[in-house]
Nanobody, 129 residues
């Protein structure tokens, strides 16, 4: 499975960005059979969970820091997962990674990095003050 993330860029505080991640090379499973997640890594910090959806049930979870500002969604027909980000602040500056996992389903998204088998290359989001 290959994941291609896009949509990062430079935005001012309070602005919005839309990240997309397209999956290809799916094997015997459909896209809805994968849990998906967005993570981010700011300079000098560890990678952290941002938002995700469980496989099959598509139950979603968000990090507390982005609740009410970010929305994750999927388009199974296009094998894409999208992260709509609004009211961005400089604290959201990071490289954002999409990931997919065959684990689950669960009542919410998987938040542990080690449980994801497939990762995209990352896309940089910079929020200026």
């Amino acid at each position: 499975v290959q994941l291609q993330a896009s949509g990062g860029g430079l935005v001012q505080t309070g602005g919005s960005l839309r990240l997309s991640c397209e999956a290809s090379g799916l094997t015997f499973r459909t896209f809805s059979d994968y849990g998906v997640g967005w993570f981010r890594q700011a300079p000098g910090k560890e990678r952290e969970f941002v938002a995700g959806m469980s496989r099959s049930t598509r139950a979603f979870s968000y990090a507390d820091s982005v609740k009410g500002r970010f929305t994750i969604s999927t388009d199974a027909g296009k094998n894409t997962v999208t992260l709509q980000m609004s009211r961005l602040s400089p604290e959201d500056t990071a490289v954002y990674y999409c990931a997919a996992t065959a684990r689950g389903p669960y009542n919410g998204a998987i938040k542990r990095i080690l449980d994801y088998q497939h990762w995209g290359q990352g896309t940089l989001v910079t929020v200026s003050s």
